[in-house]
């Protein structure tokens, strides 16, 4: 497409597909859902240097229905109508920024197809709607679609659960006694197996997959130095670590836990560690020892939530009035 206006051509739609990438599932972010996404790598073939928003723009639309740039950063584009923000926190031009604390989950993995050829990402018109942020090295820069001629372009197929996590077996109403603060409680138990791909977050796979059987569901914090206050796991009261067969006994453990230390220590089963070890393993059952896994590497994990928000009473069998 070309426009004539003022006696001066404008090749708004002189772009053609470079490569593809399709059916890729993203989880949610920043207030965007788990989404499927297509992504095309475009090359802008003209000579305007002076409008890359809407060269952009209107070379996404060329391959059809639905198809838009790809937003840099959410302070530019995150509710811009003409592009489509994926949920990044921080920029997708900028090298640094392709981790996981800036990144929807499984993005990471395309961290190389997505920054080749100096790619570069929608900013609107923050920075001019001449130029567009590009990747440069492993920072960023500002370029003119006739400096740094790639661009991406998506669209959304559909959502899905994001789930990557499956159910493996339950235990319920397991009757625990007071130790190390933690008061006797009622619990439940599911072992879950991690069915993606991601061997960099173990903490978070396992947050969210603990979170997908309902509300109050967290992984089982290994440790007391590593996560007795933490909010995202949930603390049973032993002194030790849940991993390390060594430590399955009732000098180490709330009473009646040892009754379950087969069934709580098979296939490799891993405990939530946080950010000790690094947030990117937690510490697995290995012999009767532990080890330091990735989610690929051992793929069980332990999650619980407290069943009843009484005080079970293990003397005399009811559940006590005072609230736990």
Request: charged share 20%.
């Amino acid at each position: 497409m070309r426009l004539q206006i003022t006696g001066t051509w404008k090749d708004y739609g002189a772009s053609v597909h470079h490569r593809t990438w399709t059916n890729v599932k993203l989880l949610a972010k920043h207030g965007v859902p788990a989404r499927i996404y297509d992504f095309k790598e475009m090359r802008y073939t003209g000579n305007n240097g002076n409008d890359y928003s809407q060269s952009s723009i209107r070379g996404c639309r060329t391959i059809g229905s639905g198809w838009k740039p790809v937003c840099d950063h959410p302070n530019y584009c995150r509710n811009d109508g003409n592009s489509i923000y994926l949920g990044n926190t921080g920029h997708m031009s900028h090298g640094s920024h392709w981790n996981n604390n800036y990144l929807p989950g499984r993005l990471l993995r395309h961290k190389n197809a997505f920054r080749q050829d100096h790619m570069c990402y929608y900013t609107g018109r923050h920075g001019g709607n001449h130029q567009d942020l590009c990747a440069w090295g492993n920072g960023h820069a500002w370029k003119r679609a006739t400096q740094a001629r790639y661009y991406m372009c998506a669209r959304v197929k559909g959502t899905w659960s994001g789930k990557t996590s499956a159910l493996k077996r339950s235990w319920n109403n397991i009757k625990l006694g007071a130790r190390n603060g933690v008061p006797a409680r009622i619990y439940s138990f599911k072992e879950m197996r991690y069915t993606g791909n991601n061997a960099n977050d173990y903490s978070g796979s396992s947050i969210r997959g603990c979170a997908q059987n309902g509300a109050g569901w967290k992984p089982v914090c290994d440790h007391p130095s590593y996560c007795k206050n933490d909010g995202k796991s949930i603390y049973l009261g032993q002194q030790h670590h849940m991993a390390y067969g060594g430590y399955w006994s009732n000098s180490h453990m709330p009473r009646y836990l040892v009754n379950y230390k087969g069934a709580f220590r098979q296939d490799h089963m891993c405990y939530y560690t946080a950010h000790h070890g690094g947030n990117n393993r937690d510490l697995c059952a290995w012999g009767n020892s532990h080890a330091w896994k990735h989610a690929t590497q051992a793929r069980y994990y332990m999650c619980a939530k407290v069943s009843v928000s009484r005080c079970y009473c293990p003397l005399c069998g009811v559940l006590a009035l005072r609230l736990c």
